[in-house]
Each structure stands twice: as C-alpha cells, then as structure tokens.
C-alpha cells in the first residue's frame, strides 16, 4: 500500500540548524513519532528513535541538533547523526543510523512522500 502525501510543515517552520518540527508516520500500520530538520538549506526527516536504543531523540520537543547545531544528537545517551544521511558519527549507535523519511519542499511546504525506508 502506498502511503498519500501529506503537509508536515511549513518551509519557513524549519530554520537550517533550528528547531525540528516533530510529526508522525505510519510503520506498518501502526503510528510512529518521526521529525524534521533543516541542514544546509535542505530538509531531512527521520523516524524519532535513536539506533542505539528505540528512545526518541528530543530532550525537550523540536531540540535535535547538538549544542554546537551540527550533528543530530540523541539526548539520552549522546549517539551523534549527520543530519544530512543519518548516518552515526560517534557514540553508542555502532554504525547503525537513522531510519529516513521520504519529503520533500513544495510550494512553501513540507510534505512526507511516502512510508520511513532503509538506513540512513
């Protein structure tokens, strides 16, 4: 079943190395907390769950970039992510990343294109 395009966001929502925007998506069938983010003038969305353990990665709603606003961190035991690929930098997630989600901007807007997909 191919999942419907839906607006997450507004383009002006995501400020590069800003606040993400959090939202949910389907995974089979069931809902799952996902966010977004703006890096290097482009938006990347991935499902809200470190690789290390299945938490979510905000220590406070939208806050997913390091202190330093360059690498995605998880809050809870500092597993660091490119933020580009999802890729893991450095911490507990062993090489596994982030699990992305398919968007893309249009007219102003941000739009998830279809169900999360293979490792980042």
């Known amino acids: 079943m191919v999942a419907k395009e839906r607006v997450i966001c507004s383009s002006a929502d995501l400020v590069d190395l800003g606040d993400g925007v959090r ?3 389907d995974v089979q069938g069931r809902p799952e907390p996902a966010f ?3 890096y290097g003038g482009r938006v990347y969305a991935y499902l ?3 690789a290390h353990m299945p938490m979510e990665l905000d220590w406070k709603p939208g806050k997913f970039f390091d202190v330093w606003g360059l690498h995605l961190i998880c809050s809870t ?3 660091t992510y490119a933020p ?3 890729r893991c930098l450095r911490g507990p997630c062993f090489e596994e990343g982030l699990i ?3 968007v893309e901007e249009r007219n ?3 739009i998830v294109k279809g169900d999360p997909h293979g490792r980042g």
Do not use: K, L
């Open 23 to 25: 939202f949910e998506v």
């Open 36 to 38: 977004a983010v703006r």
């Open 48 to 50: 809200n769950r470190c």
């Open 77 to 79: 035991h500092g597993a």
């Open 84 to 86: 580009d690929t999802g």
């Open 100 to 102: 992305s989600v398919p």
């Open 108 to 110: 102003g807007r941000v």
